[in-house]
């Protein structure tokens, strides 16, 4: 190759990476992306799921007794594996991969096999675990969130959520460029750590997407310790005749 | 034979045919930049701060690459960097097909097609197959080239 050829070629290089840098500038915010994303597993292989969608065991969280000796001592814990919410977006930012888990000083986590008849799950199921980013919930769990009014996410392409979504969700697309403000959004309006404790619900398109457990990741690293994946997402919340409106409002 | 690989005739054709191949295929990622995104994020083999970048650059460079080889202009660039790209993808979905990765190859469509595993793994066979393709098209343009320095 000559060098006239290498040239052209880094011309040609050149020329293709200020016509994206301008076409991003000028793109609509839904189609806009961020120069650098923050993708915590970008080179992890996920694991190939063999196992169909209904038979996957759904984790409870338990509460344990704690008796008055140990609390002190189980809060002191928990208050020094756990720093503030300002502290956290402070040192943390809204970058998971930053923050390890700390082990729950008062819940423990007990895999229980999916029951043959969805019973209503009891108040005490939707605790914070603070241990880890998200609980994988089926529709029973999520109907009955949704019933009280919790917070939904839809983590999906702003305009598919345009074209129907779970009614109440709001658009949290992880893939365009304003996912970091309207996470820091919701931080500021849950800034504090008992509005941090309240259940969220993020859901994708079900299947092997992905979206709503990356933004589970990036909740989860500021402090919000109440997160549920709605493990089969939107397909399965129409196919159960569920609440959905369609528009670019919640 | 090696008269006819190197045939102005069939040189055109071959330039032609791959410079569209490229623009068809780089017009969906550029419209959906996020969706093209998700595509590279699939392979795992993208560093995370590089995917948004990769995203919004390839698309255009591949413009480029196939508009230079439609319009005759710069052709050793457009050969060489469309070679470039056919080896990483090749290179891409083959090590993804090692690892049993199923993915969509995000080539000419960048949404999500819902498909099987099964459906997934054959697909990256066949775009393979075809990356393979179209590196001997890029071979046909190089050797016509340096049989046209040749005879200059």
Same mark, same amino acid.
């Given at each position: 190759?000559?060098?006239?050829?290498?040239?052209?070629?880094?011309?040609?290089?050149?020329?293709?990476?200020?016509?994206?840098?301008?076409?991003?500038?000028?793109? #609509?915010?839904?189609?806009?992306?961020?120069?650098?994303? +923050?993708?915590?597993?970008? /080179?992890?292989?996920? *694991?190939?799921?063999? *196992?169909?969608?209904?038979?996957?065991?759904?984790?409870?969280?338990?509460?344990? #007794?704690?008796?008055?000796?140990?609390?002190?001592?189980?809060?002191?814990? =928990?208050?020094? =594996?756990?720093?503030?919410?300002?502290?956290?977006?402070?040192?943390?930012?809204?970058?998971?991969? *930053?923050?390890?888990?700390?082990?729950?000083?008062?819940? =423990?986590?007990?895999?229980?096999?999916?029951?043959?008849?969805?019973?209503?799950?009891?108040?005490?199921?939707?605790?914070?675990?603070?241990?880890?980013?998200?609980?994988?919930?089926?529709?029973?769990?999520?109907?009955? /969130?949704?019933?009280?009014?919790?917070?939904?996410?839809?983590?999906?392409?702003?305009?598919?959520?345009?074209?129907?979504?779970?009614?109440?969700? &709001?658009?949290?697309?992880?893939?365009?460029?304003?996912?970091?403000?309207?996470?820091?959004?919701?931080?500021?309006? &849950?800034?504090?750590?008992?509005?941090?404790?309240?259940?969220?619900?993020?859901? !994708?398109?079900?299947?092997? !997407?992905?979206?709503?457990?990356?933004?589970?990741?990036?909740?989860?690293?500021?402090?919000?310790?109440?997160?549920?994946?709605?493990?089969?997402?939107?397909?399965?919340?129409?196919?159960?005749?569920?609440?959905?409106?369609?528009?670019?409002?919640? | 034979?090696? &008269?006819?690989?190197?045939?102005?005739?069939?040189?055109?054709?071959?330039?032609?045919?791959?410079?569209?191949?490229?623009?068809?295929?780089?017009?969906?990622?550029?419209?959906?930049?996020? +969706?093209?995104?998700?595509?590279?994020?699939?392979? &795992?083999?993208? #560093?995370?701060?590089?995917?948004?970048?990769?995203?919004?650059?390839?698309?255009?460079?591949?413009?480029?690459?196939?508009?230079?080889?439609?319009?005759?202009?710069?052709?050793?660039?457009?050969?060489?960097?469309?070679?470039?790209?056919?080896?990483?993808? $090749?290179?891409? $979905?083959?090590?993804?097909?090692?690892?049993?990765?199923?993915?969509? !190859?995000? !080539?000419?469509?960048?949404?999500?097609?819902?498909?099987?595993?099964?459906?997934?793994?054959?697909?990256?066979?066949?775009?393979?197959?075809?990356?393979?393709?179209?590196?001997?098209?890029?071979?046909?343009?190089?050797?016509?080239?340096?049989?046209?320095?040749?005879?200059?």
């Amino acid at each position: 190759m000559n060098r006239k050829t290498i040239l052209q070629t880094a011309a040609l290089i050149a020329a293709g990476v200020i016509l994206a840098l301008v076409a991003n500038a000028f793109a #609509p915010r839904e189609r806009k992306l961020a120069m650098a994303g +923050s993708y915590p597993n970008a /080179l992890k292989v996920p *694991a190939r799921e063999t *196992a169909p969608t209904a038979s996957i065991l759904p984790t409870r969280v338990e509460q344990v #007794p704690v008796v008055p000796t140990s609390t002190t001592a189980s809060e002191t814990s =928990t208050t020094a =594996t756990q720093p503030t919410a300002t502290a956290a977006i402070t040192t943390v930012g809204l970058n998971p991969a *930053a923050k390890t888990p700390a082990a729950p000083a008062t819940t =423990t986590v007990v895999p229980v096999p999916h029951p043959p008849s969805p019973t209503p799950p009891s108040e005490d199921r939707f605790l914070p675990h603070p241990d880890k980013p998200y609980v994988e919930i089926t529709f029973g769990d999520v109907n009955t /969130l949704h019933a009280k009014s919790v917070l939904f996410l839809d983590a999906r392409r702003t305009s598919v959520y345009e074209q129907g979504h779970i009614a109440g969700a &709001r658009p949290y697309s992880v893939w365009e460029s304003d996912i970091e403000d309207k996470v820091r959004k919701l931080f500021d309006e &849950r800034g504090d750590p008992s509005a941090q404790a309240l259940p969220i619900v993020i859901y !994708c398109s079900g299947g092997d !997407c992905e979206d709503s457990h990356m933004l589970a990741q990036k909740l989860w690293g500021i402090q919000f310790n109440n997160i549920y994946v709605y493990k089969d997402g939107f397909p399965d919340w129409q196919q159960h005749g569920a609440p959905i409106h369609a528009g670019a409002n919640p | 034979m090696k &008269r006819l690989l190197a045939h102005p005739w069939l040189t055109i054709r071959v330039q032609i045919a791959l410079g569209a191949v490229f623009i068809i295929a780089a017009l969906p990622k550029i419209a959906d930049p996020p +969706s093209f995104a998700h595509m590279i994020y699939n392979y &795992r083999l993208v #560093p995370s701060p590089l995917i948004n970048i990769s995203a919004l650059v390839m698309p255009w460079v591949e413009l480029l690459a196939g508009l230079a080889l439609i319009l005759s202009v710069w052709k050793a660039a457009a050969r060489t960097v469309v070679a470039i790209m056919l080896a990483v993808f $090749i290179v891409a $979905i083959s090590i993804n097909l090692f690892r049993d990765n199923a993915i969509d !190859c995000g !080539c000419f469509n960048v949404a999500d097609r819902g498909k099987t595993h099964e459906q997934r793994i054959f697909d990256m066979k066949v775009d393979v197959f075809r990356d393979f393709g179209m590196l001997l098209m890029v071979g046909q343009l190089w050797y016509a080239g340096k049989k046209e320095e040749d005879d200059v």
